[in-house]
């Protein structure tokens, strides 16, 4: 047995807190779990049953925390953990599982099995059971800043050209600014228009805003892996920038489980309270529609639907402003079946989508996403993730399809009213 | 004679292109940063943006492949991004915006797309390089727009 793995049982052991043995001891293995998760749906395979997923982390459940098991520990009529145990399960603990919650929607006992398939992540991180891409990424998060290896450099080479496009300048380190906004490295990387998109939006509100040269990343790979400590040092950066800049508000951007780490999980993590507020982008944007801050000229006709990432949707509880914001640009919003906090995830959450060797059951799994697409009859799939975006066109071009996905800061920003003889004209 | 030099002129002269012209502009675009990507694909799309008789088929047809080498030319989710190949997915992103027929490419403004996504491609590679120069694909942009108003 290798000290790392020992160190992981360890890890696993000190986990399993009170929440951990209530769900343990309240599971009436009624299995609705398994008819929540795409991976099981779409695949039949009852190995992707959540619950299932959690096996390791049971068995030292029930060997440290209940009379039975621990007897049966004594008496040798229960075998502790083997490597072979993390070794068989990475797969269904990481590849299998995008933490979309929707499982722990469903269960009859209220267990919230995302938080369980987290903590076990925790044990098999330190054990040094996790996949390659998600190690390597946690690695250029906490050496270069960005999982990605997006350094400020970089950056700041995309916002010259934001810049050039835009005519607008960016702020950077603005001392006292309202806004501090944060960006995930794919949309540095894939998606400069949501950058583009965000300057214009909040030139034509006013928004006092800017962006921090010491942390503008907003992904947390520390968080996907199970990490705590990596977590909390990304989190932490984050919070000195802000609080340093003395900005009342961080945007969290079009990225999943960066708006769960720093609104959610993040005082938890470094253990206190922020001294500014977190916004996901699209609360943030329909405030200012609200407010009359941001007005919209026309609609487009092309009917549309939306796609709910899970983080921000189900796990974050944003749920009405895009859909407000959608219907203020567009005439024929179509909805999925299951929409809102019961959408099926993409299928890339979680970390799933950096790992290549998850790359055939991701697509398989993508099948459920594929028919709820169709069912719809529409061509343009919005969302707001910069990742469900990538896993979404993947899937799509996998399966031949004519979908086009879009994002949603983006399709706002082509219909705002930016001159002032416009905006009167609106008004 | 045409003696574009900033974005405003430039946009306001694609404006006034109809959809063949701007695929014959969008070529001259795309072609200029072509060496950034070695996709036959996206080479091919050039060549039918170029040829004026290219039926809607083609099109299509080039449009579909562009736009699989877009995707597949990406740097995914987490993995250490190469700006080189980040260079070339953006030349195919380009060449995606540039034959997509009417309705298909669900930017706001498909030309400006193409114009973008060229200096984008441009950007990337100067990071790739290490290079501090500053990115003038817009420069040549607005020559290759003169030289084309001018023939």
């Known amino acids: 047995m290798s000290e790392q793995f020992e160190q992981g049982v360890a890890e696993l052991g000190k986990q399993i807190d009170a929440k951990i043995s209530s769900y343990f001891s309240s599971c009436v293995h009624c299995g609705l779990c398994a008819e929540a998760c795409l991976f099981y749906t779409e695949t039949g395979d009852p190995r992707y049953t959540p619950i299932y997923k959690l096996e390791p982390m049971k068995k030292l459940w029930r060997q440290e925390h209940t009379i039975r098991g621990k007897l049966a520990k004594a008496f040798g009529l229960s075998k502790p953990l083997q490597e072979q145990d993390f070794a068989d399960w990475e797969e269904l603990v990481y590849d299998s599982c995008t933490m979309c919650g929707r499982c722990s929607m469903v269960c009859p006992v209220g267990n919230d099995i995302t938080y369980m398939i987290a903590k076990e992540r925790e044990g098999f991180s330190r054990a040094g059971y996790a996949p390659d891409g998600l190690k390597a990424a946690t690695k250029r998060a906490l050496e270069i800043g960005s999982p990605m290896g997006v350094t400020l450099k970089t950056l700041m080479a995309t916002l010259v050209h934001v810049e050039k496009n835009t005519g607008l300048k960016i702020p950077v380190d603005q001392q006292g600014a309202d806004y501090m906004t944060l960006f995930s490295s794919m949309e540095v990387v894939n998606f400069p228009e949501y950058i583009e998109s965000i300057a214009r939006i909040f030139d034509a509100a006013g928004v006092s805003w800017t962006i921090s040269s010491k942390a503008f990343e907003a992904t947390n790979s520390g968080i996907q892996i199970g990490n705590s400590e990596n977590a909390a040092e990304i989190v932490s950066r984050v919070v000195t920038a802000a609080e340093e800049l003395g900005v009342k508000y961080v945007i969290s951007p079009e990225c999943g489980h960066a708006y769960t780490s720093i609104r959610w999980d993040g005082p938890n993590l470094i253990g206190r309270p922020y001294a500014f507020k977190v916004v996901h982008i699209l609360e943030l944007l329909e405030q200012l529609k609200q407010e009359g801050s941001i007005k919209f000229s026309g609609k487009t006709d092309e009917p549309l639907t939306f796609h709910d990432p899970c983080q921000i949707v189900r796990r974050g509880g944003v749920v009405k402003p895009q859909r407000d914001l959608l219907n203020s640009v567009a005439a024929n919003f179509v909805e999925m079946t299951d929409h809102g906090v019961m959408n099926w995830c993409c299928g890339g959450g979680g970390g799933v989508s950096s790992s290549e060797r998850a790359d055939a059951l991701r697509f398989k799994a993508f099948d459920r996403k594929r028919k709820q697409i169709e069912e719809t009859g529409v061509d343009t799939l919005v969302t707001a993730c910069a990742n469900c975006r990538m896993v979404l066109e993947d899937g799509i071009e996998e399966n031949e399809m004519e979908t086009t996905v879009i994002g949603l800061t983006e399709l706002i920003a082509d219909y705002l009213v930016t001159d002032a003889k416009e905006q009167s004209e609106v008004r | ?151």
């Open chain 2, 1 to 151: 004679m045409s003696t574009i030099n900033d974005d405003t002129e430039f946009r306001r002269a694609l404006k006034k292109l109809d959809r063949d012209q701007l695929r014959e502009i969008g070529a001259g675009f795309v072609q200029n940063v072509l060496h950034l990507n070695k996709d036959k694909r996206v080479a091919r799309a050039v060549d039918v943006a170029r040829n004026r008789d290219a039926s809607d088929d083609e099109l299509l047809a080039a449009y579909k492949a562009a736009r699989v080498a877009t995707v597949d030319s990406r740097t995914r989710c987490g993995a250490d991004c190469n700006w080189e190949e980040q260079a070339a997915h953006f030349v195919a992103r380009a060449s995606s915006a540039m034959v997509a027929p009417e309705g298909m490419c669900k930017a706001a403004d498909p030309p400006w797309q193409v114009v973008m996504s060229c200096r984008m491609a441009q950007n990337c590679a100067l990071i790739a390089a290490d290079d501090d120069s500053i990115n003038d694909e817009s420069g040549n942009q607005h020559h290759i727009m003169n030289d084309y108003l001018n023939s």
